[in-house]
């Protein structure tokens, strides 16, 4: 398996980041295998959506109504409504994985590799992206 780490700059809002050009250059000409996306943050997530007709807005105001800042959430350091940020990976999960074919990723036409950080309090943030070859 072959392994890196991508820095990414999210600032101070929420964020659906397409990671999509990123992972089809790691892929690229590395015959068949598996490619994994993970997130090592326990705030931010890896979801597979289109992107750039609204579904990015959808989704980050979706998490807000199911996740709303305004809570009375536990998990209180950081901003408010911080703890929010905590459950995310509980419904968007810190990793997805898509089969490689020729070098090439699988994604249906719309489907994008996206980044999700609702944690306003960390704008620097990475993921890592591994290969198993097939």
Not at 70 to 77: Q, T
């Amino acid at each position: 398996m072959d392994s890196e780490l991508i820095d990414l700059r999210t600032g101070t809002r929420e964020v659906v980041l397409d990671l999509t050009s990123r992972c089809e250059e790691y892929v690229a000409g590395r015959g068949d295998g598996l490619l994994h996306v993970f997130v090592p943050h326990a705030t931010a997530g890896v979801a597979i959506l289109e992107t750039g007709a609204g579904s990015d807005t959808d989704l980050l105001a979706v998490l807000e109504e199911l996740l709303p800042r305004d809570f009375g959430w536990r998990h209180r350091h950081g901003t408010p409504g911080h703890g929010r940020d905590h459950v995310l990976p509980a419904i968007i999960p810190p990793y997805a994985t898509i089969p490689v074919l020729d070098g090439r990723l699988t994604l249906g036409t719309w489907q994008s590799i996206c980044f999700i950080d609702t944690n306003i309090d960390n704008p620097e943030r990475q993921v890592r992206l591994s290969f198993l070859a097939g």
